[in-house]
């Protein structure tokens, strides 16, 4: 089993930055990917980005603007958003990738930006 604990969001102006965090606990063997996800009111959860063995992929709609990072060491997962738009409003949700188990997820934090 795997616990993921999302923290960093908050209310920001629009142009300002956050960076969110996911603290991952327990076996983290099988492991192999991790990534954001957002879920705006009245529409499906969405990729944001993900990072496999040091390879990101990134939305169109972030792309030059967030950056996904890992620290294996501390079993921490970072998401660092820059110029954020309203319509980057959202809960984030923290995404990882069991081989045999399948995707685990976080309980979400909300991203509010203000225009």
């Known amino acids: 089993q795997v616990q993921l604990v999302e923290s960093g969001g908050g209310l920001v102006q629009a142009g300002g930055s956050l960076r969110l965090s996911c603290a991952a606990s327990g076996s983290m063997f099988s492991i192999v990917a991790m990534g954001w996800y957002r879920q705006a009111p009245g529409k499906s959860r969405e990729l944001v980005a993900t990072i496999r063995s040091g390879n990101t992929v990134y939305a169109d709609s972030v792309k030059g603007r967030f950056t996904i990072s890992r620290d294996s060491a501390k079993n921490t997962l970072y998401l660092q958003m820059n110029s954020l738009k309203p319509e980057d409003t959202a809960v984030y949700f923290c995404?990882?990738?069991?081989?045999?188990?399948?995707?685990?997820w976080g309980q979400g934090t909300q991203v509010t930006v203000s225009s």
């Open positions: 995404q990882a990738y069991d081989l045999s188990l399948g995707d685990y």
